[in-house]
């Protein structure tokens, strides 16, 4: 499970945000080099912040970035707790990716209605080119939590009962979100050891189900990283 799994250790949490970065911005030149878009998936939570902060700062073909999110809490649109609101006032109010080129999920229309929409936008958008994520303390990833069970062949599903708040949520599947030439995983603090070992030594978690064929880089802070 770990063999595709490269590992990048780094002390503190701003030097995970800095290496991930760059990480991006070197896989977004190539993919606009080779196929003239850069299809990328952000994360929610707090981690990706930094990152995304990091990004607003760089110098990119920002014109042929396409942006998706790989999940979104059921709020209104401008509600503080939005992953779409993080993201646009750390990264993408500050660049000129077109509007259109945002894929902002409607999750204030309810988790149904929000799934059955993203669906589409993703069925169009795959394969993505770079996928972000985050994991939480109990080994979930976008709004797939352990437990949940969702029928695997949607691309898009209506999340109820979230263990994290808020309790309606829409999350790109774990067969999307595997559909994509490079994937991250970006993960620090010492809340998420447990999750981390448990994920290590093999548990079936829901971040353990996202599996693409091409490479998966795991950037994580020492305080994340559990020795065992
Ligand atoms: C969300 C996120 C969720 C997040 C993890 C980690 O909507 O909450 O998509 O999957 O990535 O819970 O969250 P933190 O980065 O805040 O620890």
Redesign the pocket.
């Known amino acids: 499970m770990q063999y595709k799994h490269h590992w990048h250790c780094l002390e503190t949490a701003d030097e995970v945000a800095s290496v991930a970065s760059q990480h991006i911005l070197d896989a977004a030149k190539l993919a606009i080099a080779d196929r003239g878009c850069f299809k990328l998936v952000l994360?929610?939570?707090?981690?990706?912040e930094k990152v995304y902060r990091l990004l607003a700062q760089a110098d990119a073909d920002w014109r042929h970035w396409h942006i998706y999110y790989?999940?979104e809490?059921c709020l209104p649109v401008n509600h503080a707790d939005r992953?779409s609101l993080m993201a646009t006032h750390a990264f993408l109010e500050k660049v000129a990716i077109p509007d259109t080129q945002v894929f902002t999920m409607p999750a204030e229309l309810g988790p149904e209605q929000a799934a059955a929409l993203y669906q589409k936008t993703v069925a169009d958008a795959l394969p993505f080119d770079m996928v972000l994520?985050?994991?939480?303390e109990d080994g979930?990833?976008?709004?797939l939590f352990p437990g949940h069970k969702h029928d695997e062949n949607e691309l898009a599903h209506a999340v109820y009962n979230s263990p994290?708040p808020p309790p309606e949520?829409v999350s790109i599947s774990a067969k999307a979100l595997s559909n994509t030439r490079q994937l991250i995983f970006l993960i620090t603090?010492a809340n998420k050891q447990e999750a981390v070992m448990n994920w290590r030594s093999g548990l079936n978690l829901p971040i353990a189900t996202i599996r693409p064929d091409g490479p998966v880089d795991i950037y994580i802070d020492r305080a994340a990283y559990s020795n065992t």
Do not use: E
């Not at 994360?43 to 990706?48: L, S």
């Not at 994520?133 to 939480?136: E, H, I, S, T, V």
């Open positions: 994360a929610g939570g707090t981690t990706p790989g999940d809490r992953n994520l985050g994991m939480g979930h990833t976008a709004s994290k949520r603090g």
